[in-house]
């Protein structure tokens, strides 16, 4: 059974940190980007960061470009998501997928398996 589980979510003040971690298990994705999304309430789900297979590529949303850092490891089966400078807007349940191909995407479309999500508040 292929599971992506999210942790490291809650509440922060504006201008905090927070780091995201998804570990996965029951098979290997080490050949597949890595994602995450987030998604707020009443909104779509919307594309934050990807990371190729090996994480020589990296790809972000203009909203979180040079705040936000996605990196993975591969023998952990780990992918991390850095997210500094937080904003209330930033607040969203956060989640983690794994994508079709091994180059970087930015589709919800293009990813086949999908973690319950970790919720995010940026308080003012």
């Known amino acids: 059974q292929v599971q992506l589980v999210e942790s490291g979510g809650g509440l922060v003040q504006a201008g905090g940190s927070l780091r995201l971690s998804c570990v996965t298990s029951?098979?290997?994705?080490?050949?597949?980007?890595m994602g995450w999304f987030r998604q707020a309430p009443g909104k779509e789900r919307d594309f934050v960061a990807a990371?190729?297979?090996?994480?020589?590529?990296?790809s972000y949303s203009d909203s979180v470009k040079g705040r936000f850092t996605i990196s993975r490891d591969n023998a952990k089966n780990t992918v991390h998501l850095q997210m500094n400078s937080l904003k209330p807007e930033d607040s969203a349940v956060y989640y983690c997928?794994?994508?079709?191909?091994?180059?970087?995407?930015?589709?919800?479309?293009?990813?086949?398996?999908w973690g319950q999500g970790t919720q995010v508040t940026v308080s003012l």
């Open positions: 997928a794994a994508a079709r191909f091994a180059g970087v995407r930015s589709e919800v479309r293009d990813y086949m398996y």
């Open positions: 029951g098979r290997t994705f080490n050949n597949n980007a």
């Open positions: 990371t190729a297979w090996n994480g020589g590529t990296t």
